[in-house]
């Protein structure tokens, strides 16, 4: 063996990092928010998003736009209008919703929209960002099960 392959053996850590590296899981606030204004704005962004992309509620990286996703859709889908007046009203009954302080949240959002043409680009980086905080934690999932196996775990059975 030479010294350059003895060398690059000890330069391998012996444990694996397996916490994400950077701290924070991707994601886009001024894509999400964006994306929320124009819906509110155009109720029509939510129908050509959804036949294009899956999008749900679970996409979003922020839990409160999560919510307000979830209330566009219920709106939409029960034939109403999504705005920032009706959804206002909605989220006037739900009281676990303690993050909505500001009367003028969703007006704020709907200004936010700056161009409805990019909407769906923005939904589009909304599902590929939340695709990617799966495979992460997917990633950590794997790593953790590989360097803390059960006692009857073979590296094989880890791998099937």
Known sequence: MSNNSSQSIK???SQTNVGFSHGVMPHSIAAEEALLGGILVD???????IFDIPLKDSH???PLNQRIFEGIRKLINQGQV???????HYFEKDL????????????RLSESAETLSGSGHYA???YDLS???EL??????????ATNPEIDDTSMSQIE
Request: charge should be negative.
């Open 124 to 126: 589009k980086l909304i």
């Open 96 to 107: 676990d919703l303690t993050e909505i302080n500001d009367p003028n949240h969703f007006l």
């Open 43 to 49: 109720n029509e962004v939510y129908n050509r998003i």
């Open 82 to 88: 999504a705005d920032p007046i009706t959804l206002s």
């Open 131 to 133: 695709i990617r905080r």
């Open 60 to 62: 979003f990286y922020i």
């Open 11 to 13: 330069q391998i850590p």
């Open 136 to 145: 992460i934690r997917l990633g950590q999932d794997i790593i953790t099960q």
